[in-house]
């Protein structure tokens, strides 16, 4: 069965950091860009980072350059996203994707099913 599985959600204060993982299971993810995405309540999904499949090119939304870092580790099949100086703005379930092709917000063909983020005091 292919899968994403996202982890590393939490409830976090603002400032603080958290580090999430997408890990794959029932493909290789070797061969997939993988995009990280989120969706706060009331608002669209929009998408955060990704990473292209040999890691050699990352993307990543305005709101987000300079805090957020994605990475992978294609040995252990997980793409990482560690997200640091956490406002109020960022708590969304973030969710994990894959499709093949260049880096992109659109065309993905395989989601995780999501782990929430909050950032609160």
């Known amino acids: 069965q292919t899968q994403l599985v996202e982890s590393g959600g939490g409830l976090v204060q603002p400032g603080g950091s958290l580090r999430l993982s997408c890990a794959a299971s029932?493909?290789?993810?070797?061969?997939?860009?993988i995009g990280w995405f989120r969706q706060a309540p009331g608002k669209e999904r929009e998408g955060v980072s990704c990473?292209?499949?040999?890691?050699?090119?990352?993307t990543y939304a305005d709101a987000v350059k300079g805090r957020f870092t994605i990475s992978r580790d294609n040995a252990k099949r997980t793409v990482y996203l560690q997200m640091n100086s956490l406002e109020p703005e960022d708590a969304a379930v973030y969710y994990c994707?894959?499709?093949?092709?260049?880096?992109?917000?659109?065309?993905?063909?395989?989601w995780g099913q999501g782990t929430q983020v909050t950032v609160s005091s």
């Open positions: 029932g493909f290789t993810l070797i061969y997939n860009t």
């Open positions: 994707a894959a499709k093949f092709g260049h880096c992109g917000w659109s065309d993905y063909d395989y």
């Open positions: 990473i292209s499949r040999s890691g050699g090119t990352t």
